[in-house]
T-cell receptor
Framework: SAVISQKPSRDICQRGTSLTIQCQVD?????MFWYRQQPGQSLTLIAT?????????ESGFVIDKFPISRPNLTFSTLTVSNMSPEDSSIYLC?????????????FGQGTRLTVV | DAKTTQPNSMESNEEEPVHLPCNHS???????IHWYRQLPSQGPEYVIH???SNVNNRMASLAIAEDRKSSTLILHRATLRDAAVYYC????????????FGKGTKLSVKP
């Protein structure tokens, strides 16, 4: 298994400000993934973060809005920049590990962001 | 990755079996069928996966149709803690990343 800690667990932010979410994994992983879950919706992948290279963003997400850092193999941050109420969502960090020859995904508890 | 179709919601009584269906008519030969669930206020967690044969683990069973165009997640005795959104996801056997989550099935369990 993988233990993933996300901080903060929740926050209420003013529009126009930025919030940085931290994700710490209990052991080294090559790729870390950031997802967004809008209210009442399913999860959507924002980007994949590899250590030592720029993150790869999915369609509809850009680096200026969601800058990502990956300074080492156990840690990553996602920043939600210049926030608007539409950014109110749960943001989740995820990693994958081989478990009995299956690639299994593990998720943090998520960061519940409310923008007012 | 191929698309899956699940009912939006299902209800079950506590201690009774639950059969959660998933249709995946465009599944390819190398796609594995994965099930994840998301308990309230938590991130998703792995439940079970399979390729062709039925699978059992401590959480659930997975029944896969012979043509692989559909599958059913079976919870043998639902408990209140099984109330969650259940996601059926197809993933190529060699791939990593980018789990494509559909809307899933919201399971309610009545005492």
């Amino acid at each position: 298994s993988a233990v993933i800690s996300q901080k903060p667990s929740r926050d209420i932010c003013q529009r126009g400000t930025s919030l940085t979410i931290q994700c710490q994994v209990d052991s080294q992983v090559t790729m870390m993934f950031w997802y967004r879950q809008q209210p009442g919706q399913s999860l959507t992948l924002i980007a994949t973060a590899n250590q030592g290279s720029e993150a790869t963003y999915e369609s509809g997400f850009v680096i200026d809005k969601f800058p990502i850092s990956r300074p080492n193999l156990t840690f990553s941050t996602l920043t939600v920049s210049n926030m608007s109420p539409e950014d109110s969502s749960i943001y989740l960090c995820s990693v994958e590990r081989m478990v009995y020859s299956n690639t299994e995904a593990f998720f943090g508890q998520g960061t519940r962001l409310t923008v007012v | 990755d191929a698309k899956t179709t699940q009912p939006n919601s299902m209800e079950s009584n506590e201690e009774e079996p639950v059969h959660l269906p998933c249709n995946h008519s465009t599944i390819s030969g190398t796609d594995y069928i994965h099930w994840y669930r998301q308990l309230p206020s938590q991130g998703p967690e792995y439940v079970i996966h399979g390729l062709t044969s039925n699978v059992n683990n401590r959480m659930a069973s997975l029944a896969i149709a012979e043509d692989r165009k559909s599958s059913t997640l079976i919870l043998h005795r639902a408990t209140l803690r099984d109330a969650a959104v259940y996601y059926c996801i197809l993933r190529d056997g060699g791939s990593q990343g980018n789990l494509i989550f559909g809307k899933g099935t919201k399971l309610s369990v009545k005492p």
